[in-house]
C-alpha cells in the first residue's frame, strides 16, 4: 500500500497489532525514534514508553514495557515484553497502581526494592497518561 507502512506488535503471549499506518513513534532506549514508509534497515532496543502511531491522520497510542523494534522500508516490528492497547487499560486501576508504587517507593528499603518501586511508578504512571488521554479523546 502506497504511502503506508506495516506496524506489527508481539508479545510473548500474543500478537496485539498487525495494522497499515502512515507512521510510526517509538520510545528507543537512547530516545524517541520515528518512522515513515521507505525508512532504513535498523534495530533498536525499546525502553518503557508510549508508542504512538497514526492512521490516516489519527493519532493511537499504547503502552510498551521493554523490547526491541525492528524497523525495514515497508515494515516496524515491535517486540515488547509487556504492551497494551490504550483501549484495554482501565483508568481507575492504572491511578491505583499509581498510588501503590507512589507509596512503596516512599516506604524505601534496600536498593534493589526501590529501583523496582521506580520502575513499577514509572509503568503506572505511562499507562494512568495513556488511558487518561484515550478517555477524553475517545481515541486509542
Known sequence: MAGKILLEVVTPEKQLLSLQVDEVIAPGSEGEF?????HCHF?????IGELRYRVD???HSMAVLWGFAEVTPTKVTVMA????RAEDIDVERAT????????????????SEVKEAQIS???????????ERSQKTGHA
Open 81 to 84: 515484553e509487556v504492551a497494551e
Open 34 to 38: 520515528g518512522v515513515l514508509p521507505g
Open 43 to 47: 534495530l533498536s532496543t525499546l525502553r
Open 57 to 59: 491522520g489519527q493519532a
Open 96 to 111: 491505583a497502581k499509581v498510588t501503590e508504587a507512589e507509596r512503596r517507593l516512599q516506604a524505601g528499603g534496600l536498593p
Open 121 to 131: 511508578l514509572e509503568k503506572a504512571r505511562l499507562r494512568k497518561k495513556i488511558a
